[in-house]
T-cell receptor
Framework: AQKITQTQPGMFVQEKEAVTLDCTYD???????LFWYKQPSSGEMIFLIY??????QNATEGRYSLNFQKARKSANLVISASQLGDSAMYFC????????????FGTGTRLQVFP | GAGVSQSPSNKVTEKGKDVELRCDPI?????LYWYRQRLGQGLEFLIY????????KSGLPSDRFSAERTGESVSTLTIQRTQQEDSAVYLC????????????FGPGTRLTVT
């Protein structure tokens, strides 16, 4: 079974608008972390935001926020006020405390921001 | 401060040859990870090192793949008798410690096997 599912292979958004990138996960570990990374065309992986399974509030980092719905096992990334530089691949990933220490990645969503 | 560095940035090799990829983690980071990213796909975990503990090799796809790390510094990923399906970007990441902390990635090595 897929541990991390990103159902949107591609998304388009107009500059200055908000966009939500979907991510659902599957784990039986009570302690886990959810991460979002951005990968521009240059190929580097840039850490954006983190949500711990026990965090009571949704994580926010500047224009990025994470809509964490634990019961639904979803961790959607919301980008507000999109910029042209936000065009990139976005990966959702999970780390399970009791299942080694690797990051398990989804297949990614390609976001394109247009003027 | 300096981030994770990897070398070479690009490597083209003939099928059947061995290759070595290098990763320099962020100074002081005890955990180091190798991932593989095939074209248009997500990242696949290969191996991880934490301090002096035995590495977790559960993601290595075959015995042609091996990796070493000297203490808490440089790591090398070796692929023997390369095959065309080994063509991918190999990414290294480091983390201050294990647990629920973000991993910082290097720029990757693009390997092309002809």
């Amino acid at each position: 079974a897929q541990k991390i599912t990103q159902t949107q292979p591609g998304m388009f958004v107009q500059e200055k608008e908000a966009v939500t990138l979907d991510c659902t996960y599957d784990t039986s570990d009570p302690s886990y972390g959810l991460f979002w990374y951005k990968q521009p065309s240059s190929g580097e992986m840039i850490f954006l935001i983190y949500q711990g399974s026990y965090d009571q509030q949704n994580a926010t980092e500047g224009r990025y926020s994470l809509n964490f719905q634990k019961a639904r096992k979803s961790a959607n990334l919301v980008i507000s006020a999109s910029q042209l530089g936000d065009s990139a691949m976005y990966f959702c990933a999970m780390r399970e405390v009791y299942n080694t220490d690797k990051l398990i990645f989804g297949t990614g969503t390609r976001l394109q921001v247009f003027p | 401060g300096a981030g994770v560095s990897q070398s070479p940035s690009n490597k083209v090799t003939e099928k059947g040859k061995d290759v070595e990829l290098r990763c320099d983690p962020i100074s002081g980071h005890t955990a180091l990870y190798w991932y593989r990213q095939r074209l248009g796909q997500g990242l696949e975990f290969l191996i991880y090192f934490q301090g002096n503990s035995a590495p977790d090799k559960s993601g290595l796809p075959s015995d042609r793949f091996s990796a070493e790390r000297t203490g808490e510094s440089v790591s090398t990923l070796t692929i023997q008798r390369t095959q065309q399906e080994d063509s991918a970007v190999y990414l290294c990441a480091s983390s201050p410690r294990t647990g629920l902390y973000e991993q910082y990635f290097g720029p990757g090595t693009r390997l092309t096997v002809t």
